[in-house]
């Protein structure tokens, strides 16, 4: 089932740079999706700067050479500005260039540039939205091209600027105290403690994303998060490591159920989750050895460790201790997991269901009657005193998110879900036009690396959101180990075509009187190019 929401999208930006006397000027274009060349590619009309920035003259040749590949250039990032910049070089009047537009000057700069044999170069990028990003780097604003953007992107302290130093020295700060409030670690003499059984620890620091409900960036803010090396733990063999999590059936069942019984559903996540598990570490000896600005922070003694006593962040085993806290205390309050799923939690008043609840790690969706004198919403307020939570948002009041997943609620208690940020941000091959006509050529080792890489985005959307996409992403899978450059266009216009409908929805209707399960398979013979099969996810040689 599918439906649609208002599409906002309706122009995306392509790029224009230029390059002249060692300054490039990126241009922006607005233009609708359907003014489309053959191979799909935007054209470009009414310009507007963006940015410009300084690049090494060396890197420009002549107006007569020619760049083959516009990523040899490694533009890098560049500056915003807020106006277009002048072309104070050009003298109007003597250009032959009849346009009075800034942009425009620019190109007439360009003529004369080419004209005068100076060094000068333009290229000409057609570019979608999630090709041009505004990210940060060590806690300042650029632009990035042509460059996805690296979401949570490990930070390294010694790069930044003193602001942002002391701004990530308050987040360790917290992050330890978290640690002593939990009672996750004590400090003891590392006298005696064999050196198999004294684990390391280090900082892992990003900025976090901090959006409004629409997905846009608001600020970010420092992240630091203090983990132990868990891959030096001497009883690694022997420890249970499997830790279920909520699979894409049961999350749709879930919403289908919480629709029909015109529930409200609601999104909370559990802050330092691990940290809030029982001391499972405390019989068996596990020691680790903090960094320099923990023990400084504590007024530690260079002899002295952490023993460690929960499962903490690092150790391999600990998302199964926290499944198992949270188990525990939900069955301890009444809920009953489900037989067939082991993350979902049902909850039953006199023998009829009240409301249910589905886990991913520290994610929890929660669904019932949004009543606080009910059974529910007592059940529902009793979890919440048990753990600290860092946001708990009702779908009925805005737009939440679970687990990459958009998700509203209706007035009717319909809920749909989407994946529209997501789609946005599945990037396509790099081709040129030449490469393009080249259809029977076999892919590269680094065109086959992004034609990977983009196979797993489609195939993520696919079994999350958008089922249409199965058939097609199963079948160009099947092609990866002899694609072709036609292979790759087919995987672009795919890209494409998901990016245009990335506003359809998975729909669970709340009107439904008498509801059917009905499944269906594909268990065609032969149906892939080297004439093996597909069935199942799996593939069966000839």
Same mark, same amino acid.
């Given at each position: 089932?599918?439906?649609?929401?208002?599409?906002?999208?309706?122009?995306?930006?392509? !790029?224009?740079?230029?390059? %002249?006397? /060692?300054?490039?000027?990126?241009?922006?274009?607005?233009?609708?999706?359907?003014?489309?060349?053959?191979? /799909?590619?935007?054209?470009?009309?009414?310009?507007?700067?963006?940015?410009?920035?300084?690049?090494?003259?060396?890197?420009?040749?002549?107006?007569?050479?020619?760049?083959?590949?516009?990523e040899?250039?490694?533009?890098?990032?560049?500056?915003?500005?807020?106006?277009?910049?002048?072309?104070?070089s050009?003298? *109007?009047?003597?250009? &032959?260039?009849?346009?009075?537009?800034?942009?425009?000057? =620019?190109?007439?700069?360009?003529?004369e540039?080419?004209?005068?044999?100076?060094?000068? @170069?333009?290229?000409?990028?057609?570019?979608?939205?999630?090709?041009?990003?505004? #990210?940060?780097?060590?806690?300042?604003?650029?632009?990035?091209?042509?460059?996805?953007?690296?979401?949570?992107?490990?930070?390294?302290? *010694?790069?930044?600027?003193?602001?942002?130093?002391?701004?990530?020295?308050?987040?360790?700060?917290?992050?330890?105290?978290?640690?002593?409030?939990?009672?996750? @670690?004590s400090?003891a003499?590392?006298? $005696? @403690?064999?050196?198999?059984?004294?684990?390391?620890?280090?900082?892992?620091?990003?900025?976090?994303?901090?959006?409004?409900?629409?997905? =846009?960036?608001?600020?970010?803010?420092?992240? !630091?998060?203090?983990?132990?090396? /868990?891959?030096?733990?001497?009883?690694?063999?022997?420890?249970?490591?499997?830790?279920?999590?909520?699979? &894409?059936?049961?999350?749709?069942?879930?919403?289908?159920?919480?629709?029909?019984?015109?529930?409200?559903?609601?999104?909370?996540?559990?802050?330092? !989750?691990?940290?809030?598990?029982?001391?499972?570490?405390?019989?068996?000896?596990?020691?680790?050895?903090?960094?320099?600005?923990?023990?400084?922070?504590?007024?530690?003694?260079?002899?002295?460790?952490? *023993?460690?006593?929960?499962?903490?962040?690092?150790?391999?085993h600990?998302?199964?201790?926290?499944?198992?806290?949270?188990?525990?205390v939900?069955?301890?309050? $009444?809920?009953?997991?489900?037989?067939?799923?082991?993350?979902?939690?049902?909850l039953?008043?006199? $023998?009829?269901?009240?409301?249910l609840?589905? #886990?991913?790690?520290?994610?929890?969706?929660?669904? /019932?009657?949004?009543?606080?004198?009910?059974?529910?919403?007592?059940?529902?307020?009793?979890?919440?005193?048990?753990?600290?939570? $860092?946001?708990?948002?009702?779908?009925?009041?805005?737009?939440?998110?679970?687990?990459?997943?958009?998700?509203?609620?209706?007035?009717?208690?319909?809920?749909?879900?989407?994946?529209?940020?997501?789609?946005?941000?599945?990037?396509?091959?790099?081709?040129?036009?030449?490469?393009?006509?080249?259809?029977?050529?076999?892919?590269?080792?680094?065109?086959?690396?992004?034609?990977?890489?983009?196979?797993?985005?489609?195939?993520?959307?696919?079994?999350?959101?958008a089922p249409?996409?199965?058939?097609?992403t199963?079948?160009?899978?099947?092609?990866?180990? &002899?694609?072709?450059?036609?292979?790759?266009?087919?995987?672009?216009?795919?890209?494409?075509?998901?990016?245009?409908?990335?506003?359809? &929805?998975?729909?669970?209707?709340?009107?439904?009187?008498?509801?059917?399960?009905?499944?269906?398979?594909? !268990?065609?013979?032969?149906?892939?190019?080297?004439?093996? %099969?597909?069935w199942?996810?799996?593939?069966?040689?000839?």
């Open positions: 089932m599918s439906g649609s929401r208002s599409n906002l999208r309706s122009r995306s930006p392509s !790029a224009r740079i230029h390059f %002249s006397q /060692g300054q490039y000027e990126i241009y922006m274009s607005s233009q609708k999706h359907d003014n489309e060349d053959e191979h /799909g590619d935007e054209h470009v009309d009414d310009d507007e700067c963006i940015g410009s920035a300084h690049v090494d003259h060396s890197m420009l040749q002549s107006h007569e050479d020619t760049i083959l590949n516009a040899d250039l490694r533009l890098g990032c560049f500056a915003k500005v807020s106006q277009w910049p002048e072309s104070s050009v003298d *109007r009047s003597q250009t &032959t260039c009849s346009h009075t537009s800034r942009h425009k000057d =620019n190109q007439c700069f360009f003529l540039s080419v004209s005068q044999n100076r060094s000068c @170069v333009e290229i000409v990028l057609n570019v979608a939205p999630r090709d041009v990003h505004q #990210g940060f780097r060590n806690g300042k604003k650029e632009w990035k091209l042509n460059e996805k953007p690296k979401r949570r992107a490990k930070v390294q302290f *010694r790069t930044l600027t003193d602001d942002d130093k002391l701004d990530f020295l308050r987040a360790m700060k917290d992050e330890v105290g978290s640690y002593l409030e939990h009672e996750a @670690v400090i003499s590392r006298v $005696g @403690v064999p050196e198999s059984r004294l684990l390391g620890m280090q900082w892992v620091l990003s900025w976090k994303r901090v959006e409004d409900q629409d997905g =846009n960036l608001l600020h970010q803010k420092p992240k !630091a998060r203090l983990i132990i090396k /868990g891959f030096q733990d001497p009883d690694l063999l022997a420890l249970r490591r499997d830790s279920p999590t909520l699979s &894409t059936q049961s999350r749709n069942g879930v919403l289908s159920l919480a629709a029909q019984m015109h529930w409200d559903i609601a999104t909370g996540d559990i802050k330092t !989750a691990f940290l809030n598990g029982d001391q499972t570490e405390a019989q068996r000896a596990i020691f680790a050895d903090p960094p320099d600005e923990v023990k400084l922070m504590l007024g530690m003694e260079p002899h002295e460790v952490f *023993r460690v006593l929960k499962a903490v962040y690092g150790l391999l600990a998302p199964r201790c926290w499944f198992d806290k949270l188990n525990s939900l069955v301890g309050q $009444g809920w009953v997991k489900s037989r067939l799923e082991p993350c979902v939690w049902k039953y008043e006199n $023998g009829e269901l009240q409301g609840i589905g #886990g991913h790690v520290d994610d929890l969706l929660v669904c /019932g009657p949004r009543n606080p004198d009910s059974y529910f919403g007592q059940k529902v307020q009793q979890l919440r005193e048990s753990f600290p939570f $860092g946001s708990w948002k009702w779908a009925m009041d805005e737009s939440i998110t679970f687990c990459g997943c958009e998700v509203e609620q209706n007035k009717d208690f319909s809920i749909d879900i989407s994946q529209e940020r997501y789609a946005d941000h599945i990037a396509e091959i790099n081709l040129t036009k030449e490469r393009k006509m080249q259809k029977e050529d076999s892919l590269t080792e680094a065109e086959k690396k992004q034609f990977r890489v983009i196979l797993g985005a489609l195939a993520w959307r696919s079994t999350q959101t249409w996409l199965c058939a097609s199963s079948y160009l899978q099947g092609c990866f180990q &002899t694609a072709t450059v036609e292979d790759a266009l087919e995987l672009n216009k795919l890209v494409r075509s998901q990016r245009q409908f990335g506003d359809t &929805t998975l729909h669970f209707s709340s009107k439904i009187q008498k509801p059917m399960l009905v499944t269906f398979h594909d !268990a065609s013979w032969s149906n892939r190019r080297d004439l093996s %099969s597909r199942n996810d799996h593939s069966l040689d000839k």
